[in-house]
């Protein structure tokens, strides 16, 4: 892939790849390291890409497993504890923000490329690897989380 | 909801300039491209990868494969190409860990093949007793595209593979009192979880049970131990796991599958094996009626085309599809299962024995779309599980409608 390649790739993609990252990881500084790896290995990848459709695809896909593997690793722990100050939060730090901070990121992630991205489940499934009915059922989880979260926000 | 979350994200941006992200993208692909330079790569296991790609080049889904029980070409589909990549060489060379590790002396494991491309990799292995019979057949496969997915409704990292390939004490494999397989995974990582060992047992597979994943998702937060006594419910996957003293037991395939145990376990349990001791429904027209949740909770009771009932000695398997002609107005992608289904096996005498969902995944079709698959273990009154005598099953029940079953 060439620079310029690259250049187009990042004004259509970086900013899903980044909030897919984040609604992993829940902060900024670890969604942005996601993102470039992401573009890194698109940016080394011999891959032929069939559409613009399957770049897009592609990425959430290695995105996904990039978060995954940082959520695994002990780097992301030793780093977690050694540092004092907790991740920033959003700038436009609210509720929902805080909502989404509390969903693990297997419901976010699922509730991300459902609501946000427009994804159907089959599609999630098989970006995410899991099965249609997992997708389902983290959805509905996932809602019904913050729901709850939400109502009791204006139950308070 | 909907709004303010998709209002959240809308402010979700990054923060540093696109110049900024494309200069760091490309000082780290350089760096990258210098490190992979600077690296000796792992001889190959040529032994194995040749007898692979020999079995491979008499051809997939022919005489080649005859005798294992595994139906390759439901499995390989039209992606029969060995490749000799570092995807397979990592495969191949797990094998051997594999063969090392399987405990019980009267079972021999077998490497049969390896296929894909470069950046997806299956490999397969016939698990067969000493005296050649076969057994069962298993695959690990790594898909780094999603083309093999939709065959196997799974996928899995390379990098997990490597963790298992790479990790002590991997697998053991027996056959259980049930004549089952049982398999034993001792997962001591050396790197994301050391000091932790994880145990995973699997017994009683059932036929198209052909994945399972076990993945600790998340060590940091332990988020696996938050939910593991929430659930008292028998299945056919037990999981134990010993975490610095910390002893629980999974008891739910389902909870598995939710907190990701994508890890490895992927069991292709004989469709051949398990049809010697299988009862089915023949008749199948008559649907049942299954209740859903669409997308704001709003109960649906939605009636099901049955595709196939299986039952073995200690569970059943419903393959099944929504009648969304009955529903037009809602997408199939908007509606959620309840899992409530009551399913109940009848005897020659009329005596009813219950079961208990225990996993629910997706089968495709052969139009490409998806029916829905969901196991049942059998249990008593307790929900402890059982086996029963099949000779003494007549028919099962299925949310009232009965089937007949031979």
């Not at chain 2, 994200?9 to 993208?25: A, G, N, V």
């Not at chain 2, 496969?141 to 093999?148: G, N």
């Not at chain 2, 997308?295 to 085309?305: A, F, G, Q, T």
């Not at chain 2, 299962?337 to 079961?355: C, F, K, N, P, Y």
């Amino acid at each position: 892939m060439n620079g310029q390649e690259l250049d187009k790739h990042i004004q259509l993609y970086r900013s899903t790849v980044y909030r897919l990252a984040y609604s992993y990881m829940k902060n900024r500084e670890d969604a942005e390291d996601i993102s470039q790896d992401a573009f890194v290995k698109l940016y080394i990848s011999d891959e032929n890409f069939a559409s613009e459709e399957n770049v897009k695809a592609w990425l959430i896909r290695v995105t996904i497993n990039l978060c995954k593997n940082m959520l695994r690793s002990s780097q992301r722990k030793t780093r977690s504890e050694l540092t004092a100050e907790p991740h920033s939060p959003p700038p436009e730090h609210d509720s929902m923000s805080e909502y989404i901070a509390g969903l693990k990121p297997q419901y976010s992630a699922v509730l991300y490329l459902f609501y946000y991205e427009g994804y159907s489940v089959k599609e999630i499934s098989r970006m995410c690897g899991i099965s249609s009915v997992a997708v389902r059922t983290r959805l509905s989880r996932g809602r019904t989380m913050l729901k709850e979260m939400l109502l009791k926000e204006e139950l308070l | 909801m909907n709004q303010r979350f998709i209002g959240f994200y809308d402010r979700i941006t990054p923060e540093s300039s696109s110049e900024e992200f494309k200069d760091t993208i490309m000082r780290k692909a350089e760096n990258m491209k210098k490190t992979q330079n600077n690296t000796v790569r792992r001889p190959k296991n040529k032994l194995l990868i040749a007898a692979a790609a020999a079995v491979l080049t008499v051809g997939v889904g022919t005489a080649a494969f005859a005798s294992g029980l595994i139906d390759f070409n439901r499995v390989f589909g039209n992606v029969i190409t060995a490749e000799n990549s570092a995807g397979a060489e990592q495969l191949v060379s797990g094998a051997e860990d594999f063969r090392y590790h399987v405990s019980d002396e009267d079972y021999i494991v077998i490497p049969k093949g390896v296929t894909g491309t470069e950046k997806s990799v299956v490999a397969a292995f016939e698990i067969a007793r000493k005296d050649g019979a076969p057994f069962t057949d298993y695959l690990l496969y790594q898909p780094e595209e999603t083309r093999l997915w939709s065959t196997f409704h799974s996928s899995a990292d390379l990098d997990d593979i490597r963790s298992y390939s790479s990790g002590t004490d991997a697998f053991d494999i027996s056959i259980n009192e049930n004549g089952n397989l049982s398999v034993i995974a001792n997962y001591t990582a050396s790197t994301d979880l050391t000091g932790r060992t994880i145990r995973i047992r699997c017994a009683d597979l059932y036929e198209y049970m052909d994945l399972l994943y076990f993945v600790e998702e998340n060590n940091v937060h332990n988020w696996f131990t938050e939910d593991i006594h929430a659930t008292d419910s028998c299945t056919p996957c037990d999981a134990e796991f010993f975490t610095d003293g910390y002893n629980a037991v999974f008891t739910d395939t389902s909870d598995i599958v939710l907190h990701e145990l994508d890890w490895i376990v992927e069991f292709v349990y004989s469709p051949s094996a398990a049809a010697a001791s299988c009862l089915t429904a023949d008749d199948i027209s008559a649907g049942f009626t299954e209740t859903a949740f669409i997308d704001n909770n709003e109960r649906l009771e939605l009636p099901c085309i049955v595709k196939r009932i299986d039952v073995n000695a200690i569970g059943v398997t419903l393959v099944y599809k929504w009648d969304m002609s009955a529903a037009p107005n809602i997408s199939e992608s908007e509606l959620t299962s309840a899992l409530d289904m009551d399913v109940q096996l009848i005897t020659h005498d009329g005596e009813r024995i219950s079961t208990q969902f225990t996993f629910g995944s997706g089968e495709p079709d052969e139009n490409g779309s998806y029916n829905n698959l969901v196991s049942m273990n059998i249990v008593d009154d307790n929900n402890n599980r059982i086996a029963v005598d099949l000779n003494d099953i007549a028919a099962i029940s299925i949310n009232d409608v009965e089937y007949t079953l031979s």
